[in-house]
């Protein structure tokens, strides 16, 4: 099976500043037709969780542009480049190349100094 | 506006059944693949399942804790989800989420969740 591994486990950030999440994979996310699918998603206090990238790269509509997503293969980063208040909470990424079971990783709680 | 209504949750005692429900309103939902997601108190997401489109063939997925345990079904004609879980365990004490879940270039919708207790 597949095994997500995000890192770290604890992101204390101070407003303003970038946060960066890595989340590598026990085996190559790139599926038979080229295309890598790797999910990323906020999960706010009290909330269901929310998407905010698909395909390691694309923002869904709505998410701030100061998020972004990168990577290829096992490697996979998720980026803020300026921390605010409402990206608290928890981040997980999830993939769903090796379908028909998808895995998520653990979760990075990113919280404000 | 798209709403995804799970109901069904409660308390069980360990090796009893329970049934979710998902209504689902805002998008087609006969042409949408569903998956229930939990997250047991205080810890991280785990996909719990999925049912396919009847258009795609209809067919479930599971995951290992839950095989053979939980079956998932959907009535098209009521929009709905559902979620069959039978001898349930203390270690599925969790709030079961219903969401597309998509991975691919279409919405990604969630319902609000509903919580299973399975205690003694």
């Known amino acids: 099976d597949v095994v997500l591994t995000q890192s770290p486990l604890s992101l204390p950030v101070t407003l303003g500043q970038p946060a960066s999440i890595s989340c590598r994979s026990s085996?190559?996310?790139?599926?038979?037709?080229?295309?890598?699918?790797l999910s990323w998603f906020h999960q706010r206090p009290g909330q269901s969780p929310r998407r905010l990238i698909y395909k390691v790269s694309n923002r869904d509509s709505g998410v701030p542009d100061r998020f972004s997503g990168s990577g290829s293969g096992t490697d996979f980063t998720l980026k803020i480049s300026r921390v605010e208040a409402e990206d608290v909470g928890v981040y997980y990424c999830?993939?769903?190349?090796?379908?028909?079971?998808?895995?998520f990783g653990q979760g990075t709680k990113l919280e404000i100094k | 506006e798209v709403q995804l209504v799970e109901s069904g949750g409660g308390f069980v005692k360990p090796g009893g059944s329970l049934r979710l429900s998902c209504v689902v309103s805002g998008f087609t939902f006969s042409d949408a693949w569903m998956s229930w997601v939990r997250q047991a108190p205080g810890k991280g997401l785990e996909w719990v399942g999925r049912?396919?489109?009847?258009?795609?063939?209809?067919?479930?997925d599971y995951t290992a804790p839950v095989k053979g345990r939980y079956t998932i079904s959907r009535d098209d004609s009521k929009n709905t989800m559902y979620l069959q879980m039978n001898s349930l365990k203390i270690e599925d004490t969790a709030v079961y989420y219903c969401t597309t879940l998509n991975a691919i270039p279409r919405p990604d919708y969630w319902g609000q969740g509903t919580l299973v207790t399975v205690s003694s």
């Open positions: 999830m993939q769903a190349t090796h379908w028909p079971l998808y895995t």
């Open positions: 049912i396919k489109s009847k258009t795609d063939g209809g067919s479930t």
């Open positions: 085996q190559s996310l790139v599926y038979s037709d080229g295309d890598i699918y």
